[in-house]
């Protein structure tokens, strides 16, 4: 059973702490220029105990070529998750200070992806 989550749905920023060729608008993420990719990197979330196990879910469209990444030691480490399956985190990337990372990139079977919303489900 997963005990917590977070959520964004773009419908500001207050949730991002950097973002490189990215635009939030009108309920999205974008990729500002096509053909560099875009990254989004949230603040950190604390949780209420060591996170070891996250699953992901996205919404939005052209979106196969996004990666998803998340840390549980506040940004030192990344793990690649992909969507809908869950990733045990390494023991030493186990923590409570909790971001996400999303890397937007078109191509051209994923022209202009469009990130509607983000939630990562964490135990």
């Known amino acids: 059973k997963m005990k917590y989550s977070i959520v964004d749905d773009f419908d500001n920023e207050t949730q991002i702490e950097d ?6 608008e ?12 875009g990254q989004i990197t949230s603040i950190a979330s604390t949780m209420p105990e060591d996170i070891s196990q996250v699953e ?5 469209q052209s979106l196969n070529a ?6 549980a030691d506040d940004g030192a480490h990344y793990t690649v998750v992909t969507p809908l399956s869950m990733v045990t985190l390494e023991a ?4 409570r200070q909790v971001k996400y990372r999303v890397t937007l990139t078109d191509s051209s079977t994923n022209v202009l992806p469009l990130l509607d ?3 990562f489900l964490c135990k």
Request: hydrophobic content about 35%; proline content about 0%.
């Open 66 to 71: 996004t990666r998803l990444e998340i840390s």
């Open 26 to 37: 009108n309920g999205y993420a974008r990729q500002t220029a096509l053909g560099t990719d």
């Open 56 to 60: 992901a879910r996205t919404a939005g």
């Open 92 to 95: 030493d990337r186990v923590g």
């Open 117 to 119: 919303g983000v939630s």
């Open 19 to 24: 973002k490189i060729n990215v635009t939030v």
